[in-house]
């Protein structure tokens, strides 16, 4: 069965009154039927392995959007298998506690959003040989409820999950371009999520707030991580095209986590590599990370790119780095992340932290994208109290009959049943059936939809 709510390679099928012992034997011989076939292409034979995650009904989910969401997750532990195979869903006081933290931190996303609580810290990047800050890259920050400012780097996940991560992404360029404006002296980067610097739909968007403010691009540098960059690479050379277009800086940040080939960095055009953190961290004492960021320092400039190490917090390390000729370091070392802006404003009243809602210039939004604003709005917020919804019944509310369920699901899947049985019905008919048993009489009774299935899977496999 395939359902808008089983996206991409997933296929879903149900078995009719069949036990928890039952469903672990259909599902080996499923996992049989793919392990035997083999699949002729133009370049040779290929073999496909599955993944199976399944539940009970109705013992483990009341409605059919948790049966989807729980499956989910057990196919996300089959997945972890160091083969194929089948994972069985089982109740989990660690997805219980993560479903919590989801369903506040969803709401969390959507107040910041809001109320502007989200605020911009600044950490230095200097020069590797001065110690001079060149610029500063904006990390994002919250307000809480309590008035404390605190990493949102927490959210992120979550809002790219619902879709949010894009309004924060244009929370954190506006932001960011305000900054600019306010302060002729600075010069900031930010890092865009994979989800906004991929998607064509948004780059108008980030492409028209930073055009709205004159003499800004130029001070700007947008980062894109490796990964990201790699995984959509077309849309990924079209935007780093029209950000450069506007006279912005853009550089490839995690550089070293990704597989970036010669040919795909020298496509993407872009002109600063950023090192990934986790192998300038502890550099001096780690030889294997020392031969390795050293080969990308120099590939850096083998291509004509300045080179950023990242997380750079001892003397010890800042010294290979220099060493190596990296061009610019960003860490502790050289200045933590501040709320404070290190610069002189032009006009002092400005110089105050600032919220969204006290922009310096007024563009006014398309109506398209005040559309897509208010459509993520809703889906986050709807996805908010669902997950919130979700946690409260699975504490508070014991399933309900399962008779009542039953009914409940053959009418909302009725098609989808009819037309599996019907699919059923047309593989049996297309295999040889082994003739009967000479033994004795055969039983007949009407056999179950789990045997069918089971049938049929074991008939093909021998």
């Not at 928890?20 to 292409?41: K, Y």
């Not at 809602?357 to 208010?374: I, L, N, T, V």
């Amino acid at each position: 069965m395939r359902s808008p709510a089983i996206p991409g390679s997933k296929f879903g099928i149900i078995l009719n009154r069949c036990s928890e012992e039952d469903l672990a034997v259909a599902a080996e011989r499923f996992l049989s039927v793919a392990r035997d076939s083999v699949i002729e292409t133009a370049r040779g034979p290929v073999w496909a392995l599955l993944s199976m995650g399944a539940l009970v009904l109705p013992a483990q989910a009341e409605d059919p959007n948790l049966a989807v969401a729980r499956a989910e997750e057990a196919l996300a532990e089959a997945r972890k298998l160091p083969s194929d195979g089948i994972v069985i869903y089982r109740p989990s006081p660690e997805r219980s506690a993560a479903r919590a933290l989801n369903a506040e931190s969803a709401s969390e996303i959507v107040r910041c959003l809001r109320e502007e609580r989200f605020r911009l810290a600044f950490q230095p990047v200097v020069c590797a040989r001065t110690g001079k800050p060149l610029f500063h890259e904006a990390l994002l920050r919250m307000t809480g409820p309590t008035g404390a400012t605190v990493s949102a780097g927490h959210l992120i996940p979550i809002a790219e999950k619902l879709g949010l991560v894009r309004l924060i992404d244009r929370a954190v360029v506006q932001m960011a371009v305000a900054t600019l404006a306010r302060h002729p002296g600075a010069r900031l980067s930010l890092n865009l999520s994979g989800t906004t610097a991929t998607d064509p739909r948004w780059h108008g968007q980030i492409i028209d707030l930073i055009a709205a403010q004159p003499g800004i691009a130029d001070r700007l540098i947008v980062e894109i991580t490796e990964t990201v960059a790699l995984g959509d690479l077309s849309e990924t050379i079209r935007f780093v095209e029209r950000l450069r277009g506007l006279g912005c800086s853009v550089a490839i940040d995690d550089f070293g986590a990704g597989y970036t080939s010669f040919r795909n960095l020298r496509a993407l055009a872009v002109d600063m590599l950023k090192l990934d953190g986790t192998f300038c961290s502890h550099l001096a004492e780690t030889p294997d990370h020392q031969y390795f960021v050293k080969s990308l320092i120099e590939l850096g400039h083998t291509f004509g790119l300045k080179t950023v190490a990242e997380w750079v917090e001892s003397e010890a390390d800042a010294a290979l780095l220099r060493d190596w000729g990296v061009d610019m370091m960003q860490g502790n070392l050289f200045g933590a992340a501040s709320l404070e802006t290190p610069w002189q404003a032009a006009d002092p009243a400005s110089a105050m932290p600032f919220t969204l809602g006290q922009m310096p210039f007024d563009q006014p939004a398309r109506p398209e994208e005040d559309d897509m604003d208010k459509e993520l709005f809703e889906l986050a917020e709807a996805s908010a109290a669902r997950l919130a919804e979700e946690e409260e019944n699975e504490e508070l509310f014991p399933p309900p009959p399962a008779q009542e369920t039953v009914e409940r699901y053959e009418r909302m899947l009725e098609g989808d049943l009819a037309a599996l049985r019907r699919a059923i019905a047309a593989l049996d008919g297309a295999f040889s059936r082994p003739s009967a048993p000479e033994t004795g009489p055969e039983t007949v009774g009407e056999p179950s939809f789990a045997d069918l299935v089971s049938d049929t899977a074991f008939r093909r496999v021998g």
